[in-house]
């Protein structure tokens, strides 16, 4: 049998790239093609602050020039918003692209990658992308389970994914915990927190993510422009970390990783703090209101895990289940997120809208369970 023979027919993908289930985004129109509202994405009900949308146009002059690909202005920016070293941030097409870089640069074949199950989709994907083991960490209550993920840390650990409220089930880890699991992981272990939902947090609930990051040499703090900010669709984020993790990064990172545009307007998202404002405000308060409705509904089976996103569970456990109550709102002209694939087939995550949102969907909600 000759060389020719013995090739393949075709190229090959790698075993641990086919074994990723690719990431499914939330749907924007009805099944038929209608449009509805749109709550299963955990955007932001008000869009983009005026001044951003500005900042967005001014680019269009400079269509034919690169971006800078040091990203100087946002980095000063960001750095002068939160009190860092511009030269320890890094960035990227959201914080997506910061966590793929994270395990790109720190694990490879064969070594370990920790998460959460009921963790961000990403991870497993960043894990199985560069042939990494990922090793699903049971919760507690859809919660983190800081003791189930220092029972898990071996000497092929390399990161630990936590995002921190987590998505998709809104729960929250302490300080002290995140305290108390960063102390229980060897030095050789990269915790990266994924703050993605920060800017939705009381000040009181800081979890010292950023204040880790300024001292400890193996955290990496990730965060992202798409949810308070309003910029889902310029794709910015970024991250925080030692010098030597922020250099080791910077050398798989794409060169120029967000048009100019995106840059001046993320600069200028970071200046309209009354909508940040604005938008917290409104969300804690609607937040409140939707789980107060879904408790109202817990004796046809539906509970929601406390949330300190901008997004609820709501678990069905009575005789209506996830599947029925999606398709249901989907004909009553609401798109939520109802989540098989990762493990929640009995829920769906549901984004706080505006008022007439979630008044609406809560009517159409309790037409479906019979209420």
């Not at 971006?67 to 941030?89: K, M, N, Y």
């Not at 409104?282 to 929601?304: D, P």
Request: proline letters at 6%; a negative charge.
């Amino acid at each position: 049998m000759t060389d020719d023979l013995q090739k393949p027919a075709a190229p090959v993908a790698k075993d641990w790239i086919m074994a990723i289930a690719p990431y499914v985004p939330g749907k924007s129109k009805a099944d038929d093609g209608r449009e509805v509202v749109k709550l299963s994405s955990n955007e932001n009900p008000f869009g983009t602050a005026e001044p951003v949308r500005a900042a967005f146009r001014s680019a269009a002059d400079c269509l034919e020039r690169y971006p800078d690909s040091a990203a100087v202005e946002l980095r000063e920016a960001i750095a002068q918003r939160h009190g860092l070293d511009p030269a320890r941030i890094i960035y990227g097409t959201g914080s997506d692209e910061v966590l793929h870089m994270a395990a790109g640069t720190f694990a490879g074949a064969g070594d370990e990658i920790i998460f959460m199950r009921y963790g961000f989709s990403v991870y497993p994907i960043a894990t199985r992308r560069v042939g990494a083991v990922p090793v699903e960490v049971a919760d507690k209550d859809y919660a983190t389970d800081v003791d189930a993920i220092l029972a898990h840390v071996t000497d092929r650990t390399r990161l630990v994914f936590l995002a921190n409220p987590n998505n998709p089930t809104g729960t929250y880890t302490p300080r002290a915990e995140i305290a108390r699991l960063h102390a229980g992981l060897p030095p050789h272990v990269l915790l990266v927190l994924d703050q993605a939902y920060s800017e939705y947090l009381d000040a009181e609930d800081d979890d010292g993510g950023l204040e880790l990051a300024r001292t400890a040499p193996n955290v990496l703090v990730t965060r992202t422009f798409s949810k308070i900010f309003g910029l889902a669709a310029g794709r910015v984020g970024w991250g925080y970390a030692s010098a030597d993790v922020i250099d080791a990064m910077h050398r798989i990172r794409q060169p120029f990783s967000f048009p100019i545009a995106s840059s001046r307007a993320a600069v200028a998202a970071l200046e309209a703090q009354d909508f940040v404002e604005k938008s917290r405000a409104h969300n804690s308060e609607w937040r409140a209101w939707f789980e107060t409705e879904i408790g109202a509904l817990g004796n046809k089976g539906l509970r929601a895990v406390p949330s300190k996103a901008n997004f609820s569970l709501v678990l069905f456990e009575g005789e209506t289940s996830a599947e029925t109550a999606y398709k249901g709102l989907m004909d009553a002209g609401y798109i939520v997120r109802w989540l098989p694939g990762q493990d929640l087939p009995n829920a769906l995550r549901i984004t706080i809208g505006t008022p007439e949102d979630m008044k609406g969907l809560v009517a159409a909600l309790r037409r479906i369970v019979g209420a």
